[in-house]
């Protein structure tokens, strides 16, 4: 495992262009014990490009949805990291690790066995909505120009500052009991940046018994299902990707240009709004290319990404 793989929510790099590969996405069913990193670098050689990157990075346990950009389409990556996200969590009370999931160093231990399901659902309602949560400290958020896992690793834990999540929905969906411990199946909707671990570490310590992560899997990151994604063991039977414009339509809001339009945002030309705010959205030329990602502002609506030569 890489230390820099312990990140729930950010997007990977692309590498530099090979000849022949087609642009689009690959929607891969990551599995448990590889980083987002080793699943880019398994997608690279079925390519046969090494301009690949990922949206989302899944720690190395965690499984489900990795949305995988190829030649063009890593273009697209930045804008669709910052899509929310959907999971299944399961998450022991009654230990607290060193990490907040189970590849950590259990570090305090309480019994759970006399929690209630009804305890448990209550202290999950003030860790939904709009909330403040504190990262985990083996992360990869900087301090003072060092990511944090690696001053915990140095002996000197960082003390992160809480940051804005909204976590649309924690809730919880079942419970099994084992001695003093007690497992807790969670259905979570949040925005990027939400550490799910760090979920768990709060719902124990507002238990007063320790909580970790022991199994996370990602069924949707934005309008990526998990019934859309495919194996690598698939992936190696039949490489292909869903294209460049089709998978920026089934991303972003759509607007058609005409093929005045079309040429001036080409070269990179502004055009007035259209009444599409501020999130990105994809525009296209009178047949079918995609031409650009745009976003309004102050009135205009300005390229953010250009596909076109």
Same mark, same amino acid.
């Given at each position: 495992?890489?230390?820099?793989?312990?990140?729930?929510?950010?997007?990977?790099?692309?590498?530099?262009?090979?000849?022949?590969?087609?642009?689009?996405?690959?929607?891969?069913?990551?599995?448990?014990?590889?980083?987002?990193?080793?699943?880019?670098?398994?997608?690279?050689?079925?390519?046969?490009?090494?301009?690949?990157?990922?949206?989302?990075?899944?720690?190395?346990?965690?499984?489900?949805?990795?949305?995988?950009?190829? !030649?063009?389409?890593?273009?697209?990556?930045?804008?669709?990291?910052?899509?929310?996200?959907?999971?299944?969590?399961?998450?022991?009370?009654?230990?607290?690790?060193?990490?907040?999931?189970?590849?950590?160093?259990?570090?305090?231990?309480?019994?759970?066995?006399?929690?209630? !399901?009804?305890?448990?659902?209550?202290?999950?309602?003030?860790?939904?909505?709009?909330?403040?949560?504190?990262?985990?400290?083996?992360?990869?958020?900087?301090?003072?120009?060092?990511?944090?896992?690696?001053?915990?690793?140095?002996?000197?834990?960082?003390?992160?500052?809480?940051?804005?999540?909204?976590?649309?929905?924690?809730?919880?969906?079942?419970?099994?009991?084992?001695?003093?411990?007690?497992?807790?199946?969670?259905?979570?909707?949040?925005?990027?940046?939400?550490?799910?671990?760090?979920?768990?570490?709060?719902?124990?310590?507002?238990?007063?018994?320790?909580?970790?992560?022991?199994?996370?899997?990602?069924?949707?990151?934005?309008?990526?299902?998990?019934?859309?994604?495919?194996?690598?063991?698939?992936?190696?039977?039949?490489?292909?990707?869903?294209?460049?414009?089709?998978?920026?339509?089934?991303?972003?809001?759509?607007?058609?240009?005409?093929?005045?339009?079309?040429?001036?945002?080409?070269?990179?030309?502004?055009?007035?709004?259209?009444?599409?705010?501020?999130?990105?959205?994809?525009?296209?030329?009178?047949?079918?290319?995609?031409?650009?990602?745009?976003?309004?502002?102050?009135?205009?609506?300005?390229?953010?990404?250009?596909?076109?030569?």
């Amino acid at each position: 495992m890489t230390a820099a793989s312990r990140r729930d929510g950010s997007g990977g790099p692309a590498a530099p262009s090979g000849p022949g590969a087609a642009s689009g996405l690959v929607i891969v069913d990551k599995p448990a014990g590889m980083t987002s990193h080793d699943v880019v670098a398994r997608i690279r050689r079925m390519a046969g490009t090494r301009r690949v990157g990922h949206a989302g990075t899944l720690d190395p346990m965690a499984t489900g949805v990795l949305v995988v950009g190829v !030649e063009k389409a890593t273009r697209l990556l930045g804008h669709l990291t910052m899509a929310d996200k959907e999971y299944l969590a399961t998450i022991r009370l009654g230990q607290a690790t060193s990490t907040d999931d189970a590849e950590g160093d259990v570090i305090a231990s309480a019994s759970a066995g006399g929690l209630t !399901e009804h305890a448990v659902r209550a202290a999950a309602g003030p860790l939904t909505g709009d909330i403040q949560q504190v990262p985990p400290g083996v992360s990869a958020i900087k301090v003072a120009g060092k990511r944090a896992y690696w001053l915990t690793r140095e002996g000197n834990a960082p003390q992160l500052a809480a940051r804005p999540v909204t976590v649309a929905s924690f809730d919880i969906t079942a419970i099994r009991r084992h001695g003093d411990l007690v497992d807790a199946d969670a259905a979570v909707t949040c925005s990027s940046g939400t550490y799910v671990r760090a979920l768990a570490r709060d719902l124990g310590q507002a238990l007063g018994v320790g909580g970790h992560l022991i199994a996370l899997r990602r069924i949707r990151s934005g309008s990526y299902r998990i019934e859309a994604a495919r194996t690598l063991g698939e992936l190696a039977a039949d490489f292909t990707v869903t294209p460049l414009a089709e998978a920026a339509a089934a991303a972003f809001p759509r607007l058609d240009l005409t093929e005045d339009q079309a040429r001036k945002v080409a070269h990179g030309a502004r055009l007035p709004a259209a009444g599409l705010g501020s999130a990105p959205a994809a525009v296209f030329g009178p047949d079918g290319a995609l031409i650009a990602l745009m976003r309004e502002d102050n009135g205009q609506a300005r390229p953010l990404a250009v596909f076109v030569p």
